[in-house]
């Protein structure tokens, strides 16, 4: 099976929706790019057995927590997303699947929350690790050492 080319993903999505809306550090990038690999290997648009939607699979409770709690109170970085992906007012959970950008967008709101902040743009191990404590959760099936060689593929995309 194959999907979407990483080095595509990283310098035609990731990088500029990121930069777009003022968030866009190389950390934020390769974080990002390795959340895309590990949540659905750059294939799955939906998860198999279970609710998770888009390129960095999110479920749509956390996609719906993000907006009422955190969005509705920051309107110009909601505003700015939306401007970024096309789009008007509080958009579905069902929009990760088909618009990339907005997947992407969602992934790093998720993250903007996280008291710590991202590690080192190139320490794979960090970044695997931060994905797992962060946005994978303890409750997720994702093992943080094994996926550091992702994160190594994000980061020389």
Same mark, same amino acid.
């Given at each position: 099976?194959?999907?979407?080319?990483?080095?595509?993903?990283?310098?035609?999505?990731?990088?500029?929706?990121?930069?777009?809306?003022?968030?866009?550090?190389?950390?934020?990038?390769?974080?990002?790019?390795?959340?895309?690999?590990?949540?659905?290997?750059?294939?799955?648009?939906?998860?198999?057995?279970?609710?998770?939607?888009?390129?960095?699979?999110?479920?749509?409770?956390?996609?719906?927590?993000?907006?009422? !709690?955190?969005?509705?109170?920051?309107?110009?970085?909601? !505003?700015?997303?939306?401007?970024?992906?096309?789009?008007?007012?509080?958009?579905?959970?069902?929009?990760?699947?088909?618009?990339?950008?907005?997947?992407?967008?969602?992934?790093?709101?998720?993250?903007?929350?996280?008291?710590?902040?991202?590690?080192?743009?190139?320490?794979?191990?960090?970044?695997?690790?931060?994905?797992?404590?962060?946005?994978?959760?303890?409750?997720?099936?994702?093992?943080?050492?094994?996926?550091?060689?992702?994160?190594?593929?994000?980061?020389?995309?």
């Amino acid at each position: 099976m194959s999907g979407l080319n990483i080095v595509q993903v990283k310098y035609l999505i990731v990088q500029p929706v990121l930069k777009y809306v003022d968030l866009g550090s190389d950390a934020a990038v390769n974080l990002l790019t390795g959340t895309t690999l590990v949540e659905s290997q750059l294939t799955w648009l939906k998860q198999i057995h279970g609710p998770a939607l888009g390129i960095a699979q999110m479920e749509p409770a956390t996609h719906d927590d993000c907006w009422i !709690n955190f969005l509705k109170y920051k309107l110009d970085l909601a !505003n700015k997303i939306c401007e970024s992906c096309g789009i008007s007012g509080q958009p579905d959970a069902s929009l990760m699947v088909w618009n990339l950008r907005y997947a992407i967008l969602m992934a790093r709101i998720k993250y903007l929350r996280a008291p710590d902040p991202l590690p080192e743009s190139t320490d794979s191990e960090a970044l695997s690790m931060y994905h797992k404590q962060h946005y994978n959760t303890s409750l997720g099936q994702a093992v943080a050492s094994a996926n550091i060689s992702l994160f190594q593929q994000a980061i020389h995309a």
